[in-house]
């Protein structure tokens, strides 16, 4: 049984770090493309970062770019998504996913999802 848990998120003020982690198990994920996405209140739930487990290669949201870092450590089969200089519009659920083989931006192509985790960022 594949699982995607998150852990990490809480309240924060506006210009502090938070890591959000998301522990994977169940299968091997060599061949999978974990994925963060994100989800604000009333709105769609949209493409944050990705990292090819196997070459740890990363994909950013051009918005993102420069503040938020996706990594993975393999023996821990775990993600991270280290997110620095939060702000207001930062807040929302963050949900780790899982696609296999390709770098898709969309949340109806991920395989699995974990249950997600709550950001929120005081001005």
């Known amino acids: 049984q594949v699982q995607l848990v998150e852990s990490g998120g809480g309240l924060v003020q506006a210009g502090d770090s938070l890591r959000l982690s998301c522990a994977a198990s169940?299968?091997?994920?060599?061949?999978?493309?974990m994925n963060w996405f994100r989800q604000a209140p009333g709105k769609e739930r949209d493409f944050v970062a990705a990292i090819t487990w196997n070459g740890g290669v990363t994909y950013y949201a051009d918005s993102m770019k420069g503040r938020f870092t996706i990594s993975r450590d393999i023996a821990k089969n775990t993600v991270y998504l280290q997110m620095n200089s939060l702000k207001p519009e930062d807040t929302a659920v963050y949900y780790c996913?899982?696609?296999?083989?390709?770098?898709?931006?969309?949340?109806?192509?991920?395989?699995?999802w974990g249950k997600g985790t709550l950001v929120t960022v005081s001005s």
């Open positions: 996913a899982a696609a296999l083989y390709v770098v898709y931006r969309d949340p109806v192509r991920m395989n699995y």
């Open positions: 169940g299968r091997t994920f060599s061949n999978y493309v």
